[in-house]
C-alpha cells in the first residue's frame, strides 16, 4: 500500500516537473525570453501531474479498449482537467495561465478545439513513450532512492502551493481594499440605516461589543472572503448583517436554547425588514451550523458562519484587528486584563439570570 501511494506520488512530482520543461520551452521559444509557466516559484506544474496519473488511471482501466473509445476518455479528461483548472485558477486565484480566446470555438478561453487535440495526441504519446519510459527508469533506480526523493519534492511542491495560495487568498493591496470597502458600504448601508437594525446597538453581544457591531464586523469579513472566492456578495452581506437580529440581551433574557433557536427569531424578524432572497434566507437560519444540523445549502452561508465563528473566538480571545483576514493571528496582549474582566462580568451575569429563573 505504501509502495503504491509512493509510485503514484513519483509519477505526480516526476510529470510535474517534465510538464513545467515542455512548457518552459514553448512558452519561452515563443516569447523569445524566458517565461516562468505556473503561479508556484519552482519548477514543476500540478495540472500536468495531475494530468498524468489521471491518463495512467485511464489506461489501467481502458486497457482492453478500441482506440477510438481510449481517444474520447482522453479528450473528455484532457477537457475537463483543463476547464476545472481554469475555472478555479480564475475564481481563486484571479489569475488565467493560459487563454485561448484567439482560438476558433474556444469556450471561455479554457478549452478549444484545436488544443483539445494537441492533448489527446500528447495522451497517446504518455501511453506509448512517455509512461513506459518513466516506468523502466524508475525500476532502475532504488526504491529508497525513489521514496527520499518523492518525498522531499513532494514537500516541497506541497509548501509552495500552501504559501502561494495562502498569499494570493489573504493579500488585499491598498488600493483593492479601498474599492472593496466602498463597495461594501454600498451594499451595507440600507440595513444598517433601517431603525430596525440599528437598533441592535443598545444589546451587548461579545465582550465589549454591541450586537450591530457584531453584525458589522461579521459582515465585512464575510464580504472580503466571499469577493475572493467569487461568490454572491450582495446575498452574504445583507445575510450577515440580518443574522443576529433579535432583541434580547442572551446572556440573561430570551428562549431556553437560545444557541439552537436565535437564527430561526432572527429570520421572522428580518422577514419584516426587508424581503430576502432564499439564499439570504438560508445564510441567517444557518449561521449556526453544525450546532443546528441541517447543512447550510449554498457557499454563501458556509462564508458567513465561518465568518461568524472566526469574529466571535477573535471577541473572546481579544485577537488584534482582522481588517485583513491574515491578521487574524495577532494577539493583542495588552487587552488580556481587559478580557478576564469581561469573563468574570459574562460569568455574573449568567449567575443573576439563572437565580431570577428560579
Ligand atoms: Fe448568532
Ligand atoms: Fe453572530
Given at each position: ?205 461579545h465582550l465589549n461589543k454591541t450586537r450591530l457591531e457584531h453584525a458589522d464586523e461579521v459582515a465585512y469579513l464575510s464580504f472580503l472572503w466571499a469577493s475572493r472566492l467569487s461568490l454572491d456578495v450582495v446575498?452574504?452581506?445583507?445575510g450577515a448583517l440580518l443574522h443576529d437580529l433579535f432583541y434580547y440581551d442572551w446572556l440573561t433574557e430570551g428562549p431556553r436554547l437560545h444557541g439552537l433557536r436565535h437564527p430561526r427569531i432572527a429570520l ?91
Amino acid at each position: 500500500m505504501m509502495a503504491d501511494m509512493i509510485h503514484i506520488l513519483c509519477a505526480f512530482c516526476f510529470f510535474s516537473v517534465s510538464g513545467w520543461i515542455l512548457e518552459v520551452c514553448y512558452r519561452s521559444y515563443n516569447a523569445g525570453r524566458f517565461i516562468n509557466p505556473g503561479l508556484l516559484k519552482g519548477p514543476y506544474l500540478i495540472l500536468y501531474g495531475t494530468g498524468a496519473l489521471l491518463l495512467v488511471g485511464a489506461g489501467w482501466l481502458l486497457a482492453d479498449s478500441g482506440i477510438v473509445v481510449r481517444a474520447a476518455v482522453y479528450l473528455a479528461l484532457m477537457s475537463g482537467l483543463e476547464l476545472a483548472s481554469g475555472f478555479l485558477l480564475r475564481r481563486l486565484f484571479r489569475v488565467r495561465l493560459w487563454d485561448y480566446t484567439d482560438q476558433r470555438f474556444n469556450y471561455k478561453g479554457s478549452i478549444c478545439p484545436t488544443f483539445s487535440a494537441y492533448w489527446v495526441a500528447a495522451a497517446f504519446a504518455f501511453e506509448l513513450f512517455l509512461y513506459p519510459a518513466y516506468t523502466r527508469v524508475l525500476t532502475a533506480i532504488s526504491a529508497d532512492t525513489v521514496m527520499i526523493l518523492t518525498t522531499v519534492v513532494a514537500w516541497v511542491m506541497l509548501a509552495d502551493f500552501t504559501a502561494v495560495s495562502v498569499r494570493r487568498l489573504v493579500t488585499i493591496s491598498p488600493g483593492e481594499r479601498e474599492i472593496l470597502r466602498r463597495r461594501y458600504e454600498q451594499i451595507a448601508r440600507p440595513l444598517l440605516e433601517d431603525p430596525d437594525v440599528a437598533r441592535l446597538s443598545r444589546y451587548p453581544h461579545h465582550l465589549n461589543k454591541t450586537r450591530l457591531e457584531h453584525a458589522d464586523e461579521v459582515a465585512y469579513l464575510s464580504f472580503l472572503w466571499a469577493s475572493r472566492l467569487s461568490l454572491d456578495v450582495v446575498a452574504v452581506v445583507r445575510g450577515a448583517l440580518l443574522h443576529d437580529l433579535f432583541y434580547y440581551d442572551w446572556l440573561t433574557e430570551g428562549p431556553r436554547l437560545h444557541g439552537l433557536r436565535h437564527p430561526r427569531i432572527a429570520l421572522e424578524n428580518a422577514r419584516r425588514v426587508t424581503d430576502l432572497s432564499k439564499k439570504e434566507e438560508d445564510i441567517i437560519l444557518k449561521h449556526m451550523w453544525p450546532i443546528t444540523v441541517i447543512p447550510p445549502r449554498y457557499p454563501e452561508s458556509l462564508v458567513v458562519s465561518s465568518a461568524d465563528t472566526v469574529c466571535a473566538v477573535r471577541d473572546y480571545l481579544s485577537l488584534g484587528d482582522y481588517d485583513l483576514p491574515g491578521k487574524a493571528g495577532m494577539v493583542r496582549l495588552g487587552l488580556v486584563p481587559q478580557r478576564i474582566r469581561g469573563y468574570t462580568d459574562i460569568v455574573r451575569r449568567r449567575i443573576g439570570s439563572a437565580l431570577r429563573r428560579r
